[in-house]
Structure formats: C-alpha cells, structure tokens
C-alpha cells in the first residue's frame, strides 16, 4: 500500500513517515500542497494524508483539485485545532476522514487501515489464500498455521498479492503500490522480492501459491483453483 503524506512542518512529516513505514507501507512526502498535487497527480496512491495548514494551496485546496480532477483517493485531513467549522469545510472539500492534531499514533494507524479497507471494498483484516493467512492488524503471516517471518517489504508485496487474490498482478501495479518514489522500474527488484517469497511462503509446501504469469505479472492463488 503506498500512501502520500502532504505535511509542511518536517518533524511532524518525519514522524509519521517513519511510524508508517514501520507498518510496511510505502510513503511518500511531499512539504508544500503544490508538491503534492504534483505527486498525486504522477503516481498512484492508495491513500493521502493532508494537513490543513499548508503555505501557498492549502489542504482545503489540494483535496478540493483532486477531486474536481476525478482523484477519488482516501484523503485522511490532520487539523491543527479541534474547529468544527475546519472539519465540516475539510469534510465538504472531498475528505474521506480527519484527525486532530496531537494524535495518538495507534488511533491515526487504524484511520489509515480504516480508509485502506474501504477502498478494497473489504472488511476483513484477514487475508486468506488456500491455507496462507496474512493478519493486517498484527502484520503476522503463517501457512498451515505456521509462523512465517517477512521483512517489510516482502510484508507489503505479499499483502498487495492477496489483496488481489486469484487475480493477475501486473508489475507496474506492483512498483506503483508496493514501492515509494525512490524505487527503480527498471531493476529486476520484483523478482528478486518474489523470489524471497517463494522460499519463505511456498518452498516447504507441496501446492504452490505463487504463480508467474510470463511477461505480464503474478498470480496468488492456490494451484487446484
Ligand atoms: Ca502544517
């Protein structure tokens, strides 16, 4: 899941990107609303967190573009102050959600999963494929119920795979959601990535789950199917 953070004060940037990479998404920041409209408008989000308070075009501003433009992405506002005029106007201006600064980081990540699953159109924090089961909430995999440790980035490639389960996932939808900016389209990363999987997640099992369709993507799905 790759997630745009548009924030101007750069400590305030910094800590919640580093809290959301720790949950194995792929942030981007951007300080200023015209360097994020920029970056909404070039990649592909699954997910905007915009403050308010921002110079030059506000957060008010941005999410009213993107939405005119036809970005339907889920926008979480932060608001420096607890006015309900500022949530009413942020919510009005195509907001999915807002939080009010200070927040409590644990309730800030659980909006993020919040507007994540509404996008998927699902409720279940418990991703399944055959006997391969991914807990969203507590980031953990396991296989026949066995405990299967990732890094983070496997973490996020894997997730992205079942949240698309039994459907083909083509490369650039990988490097658009489970990479950042920094990520290099053109190296053979991915595969490198799926290839870490395939150990961890299918070496020790007869029935394969990971599957490469040649030229286009990967499949996650079980074999029988
Ligand atoms: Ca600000």
Known sequence: ???????????????IQRGLKEQHYAVDVANS??????????NTYDLIVLDIMLPGVDGFAVCRKLRQS?????ILMLTARDDVRDR???????????????????????????????RQHENTTLLKVADLELDQI??????????????????????????HAGR???????????????????????NVYINYLRKKVDADFPVKLIHSIRGVGYIIKAEAQ
Do not use: C
């Not at 036809?70 to 889920?74: E, F, H, I, R």
């Not at 009413?88 to 699953?117: M, N």
């Not at 507590?138 to 949240?163: C, D, N, Q, W």
């Not at 083509?170 to 053979?188: K, L, P």
């Open 1 to 15: 899941m790759r997630i745009l953070v548009i924030e101007d004060e750069k400590r305030m940037a910094a800590f």
């Open 33 to 42: 609303g015209d360097e994020g409209l920029f970056l909404a408008e070039t």
């Open 70 to 74: 036809g970005n339907n992405v889920p």
């Open 88 to 118: 009413i106007f942020g919510l009005d201006s195509g907001a999915d959600d807002y939080l009010t600064k200070p927040f409590a980081f644990g309730e800030f990540l659980a909006r993020v999963r919040v507007l994540l699953r509404r």
């Open 138 to 163: 507590h980031r953990t995999v396991s296989r026949a119920g066995k405990p299967i440790e990732l890094t983070p980035t496997e973490y996020a490639l894997l997730e992205y795979l079942m949240l």
């Open 168 to 190: 083909i996932v083509t490369r650039t939808m990988i490097s658009e959601h489970v990479w950042n900016q920094d990520f290099d389209s053109f190296s053979n990363v991915i």
